[in-house]
């Protein structure tokens, strides 16, 4: 069975850093781009990263570029995102999504169920 | 950015009628790089069609989407009651990808 389950989540203070982590299984994990969305409870969703099954191409929300990296270690297939300089308004559930193929344009086949990031003072 | 605008963004139909969602895009999404996603209250969102029109694994046919360029539709026939739910589009052609607002299907 594929599985993405994300970890990570928390209460911080705005200006801190946090980092989530994706594990994921029942998949070839370097064959697949992986991709990280939030959504604020009752709202949208909002797409915030992806990179390509290498690594080769990564991209990013306008609204998170320069405080947010996402990264993947394939040898442990895993995915991460790297908060730094968090505000309130990061505040959201964070979902690890699985691309359909390797490449960075891609849908999301499988979703994990997220992890929740709040930002407060 | 391609901006992702759906419409209405609230349904409110009954069981066994048709609901239309509409989305349209700020640009053309390049290569009908458009998907469809249903999410219900408290789970994740789960794949419903990709490449505009295509059904994902285990879709019933109810599901239909169609559209090009800066135009597409969600097509929900004979609306079950486990269809009540919020529908996203997305578009993963050109980078950032993004999502619309979303429309709930409520039962009236």
């Known amino acids: 069975e594929v599985q993405l389950v994300e970890s990570g989540g928390g209460l911080v203070q705005p200006g801190t850093s946090l980092r989530l982590s994706c594990a994921g299984s029942?998949?070839?994990?370097?064959?697949?781009?992986m991709f990280w969305v939030r959504q604020v409870p009752g709202k949208g969703l909002e797409w915030v990263a992806g990179?390509?099954?290498?690594?080769?191409?990564?991209g990013y929300a306008d609204s998170v570029k320069g405080r947010f990296t996402i990264s993947r270690d394939n040898g442990k297939d895993s995915l991460y995102l790297q908060m730094n300089s968090l505000r309130a308004e990061d505040t959201a559930l964070y979902f690890c999504?699985?691309?359909?193929?390797?490449?960075?344009?891609?849908?999301?086949?499988?979703w994990g169920r997220g992890t929740t990031v709040a930002v407060s003072s | 950015e391609i901006v992702l605008t759906q419409s209405p963004d609230t349904l409110s139909l009954s069981p066994g009628e048709r609901a239309t969602l509409s989305c349209r895009a700020s640009q053309s999404v390049g290569s009908s790089y458009l998907a469809w996603y249903q999410q219900k209250p408290g789970q994740a969102p789960s794949l419903l069609i990709y490449g505009t029109s295509t059904r994902a694994t285990g879709i019933p046919d109810r599901f239909s989407g169609s559209g090009s360029g800066t135009d597409f539709t969600l097509t929900i026939n004979r609306l079950e009651p486990e269809d009540f739910a919020v529908y996203f589009c997305?578009?993963?052609?050109?980078?950032?990808?993004?999502f619309g607002q979303g429309t709930k299907v409520e039962s009236k």
């Open positions: 999504a699985k691309g359909r193929g390797g490449g960075f344009y891609f849908y999301m086949d499988v």
């Open positions: 029942g998949f070839i994990f370097d064959d697949h781009a």
């Open positions: 997305h578009q993963y052609g050109s980078s950032p990808q993004t």
């Open positions: 990179v390509s099954g290498n690594t080769g191409t990564i």
